[in-house]
C-alpha cells in the first residue's frame, strides 16, 4: 500500500499538467488570433499611410482629446478585457499571481501603444493616449477576472482529465481556427457560412494600386442566376461552409471525446453567431433574417453530417477537410454576386462598429486559407 500510493499521486500530476498544457497551448493560440485582430481593428482600412511630421509617441503628451465619448472609452475596454484573460491562461498555472498578472498586462499595454502610434500615420485613425489608457485598463480588467478562474481551472484534476481526454495533442491552432470561423460569421455575406471570397478585396486593392477597373466576378450578377437559383447557391455555399467547419473541428478532438455533442454544439454557437451579427448589422427586428428555407435545409444536412464526421476516422476527415476547405474557396469566387443581397445590404448599419466589421471581412477572406496551411502542415508532421 505504501509503495502503491507515490505512484498513484505521481500519475495525477502528469495528468495534471498534461490538461495544463493543453489549456495554456490553445490560450496561446488564441491570444495570438485575437492580438492579430486588435492589429486589424486598429489599422483598418489600411491605405492613406503619411508622416504628420510628428514623432510616434507624440500622442502621450497630447490634451484630452475633444470629442472624447463614453463608448468610445467603453468598447477600448472591453475590446481589451479578452486579451487579459487569454494572456493569463497562456502561462505555467504553478506561476506566481504578481508575475503571471505582470506579464498579461505587459503585452497588452505595448501592443496598444504600438497601435496607437502606427495610428499616427494613418489619416482616417486618430491616436490618443485616452484610448491607449482604457485598452491597458481592459487588459488589467481581463488579467484580474482569469487569476481566480484559471487557477481554480488548471489546478482541477476533473478539468485536466476532460481536456486530456477530449483534445489530441496540440490542438491550439485547429481550436484557434474554429473560433476565428465564429468571428467570421459576423460580417454580412450574400452567402450564408461560407468563408474565402478574396478575390473582391484583391481586386479592389489592385484596383486602388494599379488605378484601372477590375472586376471581381466574370459573371453579369443581374443575368447570370435567378432568384431560385440564388437559393440553391445559398444551400450549397451554406453546406461547404459548414461541413469544412466541422471537420476541421474533428481533427482536435480524440477518439474518446463526445464528438457528437461537441460538434453539433459548435453547430449551435454558429447559429448564434449569425443571429448575432445579422441583428448588429441590420437592427434587432431583423436578427432572424438570415433564417431562410435554403439556409434551413443546409443546417438541417449540416446536423446529419456532424453525427456523420463524429465517427470518421482522424486521416479521412484531414482529407475530407482539405477538399472541402479547397471546394468552397473555388466556389464562392467564381459565382457571380447575389444583387438581392446588394438590396437589402444597403440598410446595413455599420456605423460605429465600421473597423470591427472590416477586419471580420479580412479574416472571412482568408480563413480557408489559413485553415489549409494549418491541417495540410498538421499531416505533414504527423507523416
Given at each position: 500500500m505504501s509503495n502503491r500510493l507515490p505512484v498513484s499521486r505521481g500519475l495525477s500530476r502528469v495528468r495534471l499538467a498534461a490538461g495544463t498544457e493543453t489549456t495554456a497551448q490553445i490560450a496561446r493560440w488564441a491570444l495570438a488570433a485575437y492580438a492579430l485582430l486588435a492589429v486589424l481593428a486598429s489599422l483598418h482600412p489600411f491605405t492613406g499611410w503619411r508622416d504628420p511630421g510628428v514623432a510616434f509617441w507624440a500622442f502621450v503628451t497630447d490634451p484630452r482629446p475633444r470629442y472624447l465619448t463614453q463608448f468610445d472609452l467603453v468598447a477600448n475596454v472591453l475590446a481589451y478585457i479578452p486579451f487579459g484573460f487569454?494572456?493569463?491562461?497562456?502561462?505555467p498555472a504553478h506561476r506566481h499571481r504578481a508575475l503571471t498578472l505582470l506579464l498579461a498586462l505587459?503585452?497588452?499595454?505595448?501592443?496598444?501603444?504600438?497601435m496607437e502610434s502606427l495610428q499616427t500615420y494613418l489619416p482616417v485613425r486618430h491616436a490618443t493616449w485616452t484610448d491607449w489608457l482604457a485598452n491597458s485598463a481592459g487588459t488589467f480588467a481581463g488579467a484580474l477576472m482569469a487569476l481566480p478562474v484559471a487557477r481554480a481551472w488548471l489546478n482541477s484534476p476533473a478539468a485536466a482529465s476532460w481536456q486530456r481526454d477530449s483534445f489530441v495533442a496540440r490542438p491550439?491552432?485547429?481550436v484557434a481556427l474554429v473560433a476565428l470561423w465564429l468571428v467570421s460569421q459576423l460580417h454580412p455575406s450574400a452567402l450564408p457560412f461560407i468563408n474565402g471570397q478574396f478575390v473582391p478585396l484583391v481586386a479592389a486593392l489592385l484596383q486602388q494600386w494599379l488605378e484601372i477597373p477590375l472586376h471581381s466576378s466574370p459573371f453579369d450578377a443581374t443575368r447570370a442566376l435567378s432568384a431560385d437559383q440564388f437559393a440553391t447557391v445559398d444551400i450549397l455555399a451554406a453546406s461547404l461552409g459548414l461541413a469544412s467547419l466541422l471537420l476541421l473541428a474533428r481533427l482536435s478532438l480524440t477518439r474518446v471525446a463526445p464528438r457528437v455533442v461537441l460538434l453539433l454544439t459548435l453547430l449551435a454557437l454558429a447559429v448564434l453567431c449569425k443571429t448575432v451579427?445579422?441583428?448588429?448589422?441590420?437592427?434587432?427586428?431583423?436578427?432572424l433574417g438570415w433564417w431562410v428555407p435554403a439556409?434551413?435545409?443546409a443546417l438541417l444536412g449540416a446536423c446529419v453530417?456532424?453525427?456523420?464526421?463524429?465517427?470518421?476516422?482522424?486521416?479521412?476527415?484531414g482529407s475530407l477537410c482539405v477538399l472541402m476547405l479547397f471546394a468552397q474557396t473555388v466556389f464562392v469566387n467564381i459565382i457571380p454576386e447575389n444583387p438581392y443581397f446588394a438590396a437589402t445590404h444597403t440598410r446595413w448599419q455599420h456605423g460605429a462598429f465600421i473597423g470591427f466589421f472590416g477586419v471580420t471581412q479580412w479574416v472571412a477572406a482568408l480563413w480557408p486559407v489559413a485553415a489549409l496551411i494549418a491541417v495540410l502542415g498538421r499531416r505533414w508532421r504527423e507523416t
Open positions: 487569454l494572456a493569463v491562461f497562456a502561462q505587459l503585452p497588452g499595454v505595448l501592443l496598444s501603444f504600438a491550439g491552432v485547429l451579427a445579422t441583428g448588429l448589422q441590420f437592427g434587432p427586428e431583423e436578427a439556409t434551413q435545409k453530417a456532424a453525427v456523420l464526421i463524429a465517427f470518421l476516422p482522424g486521416w479521412l476527415a
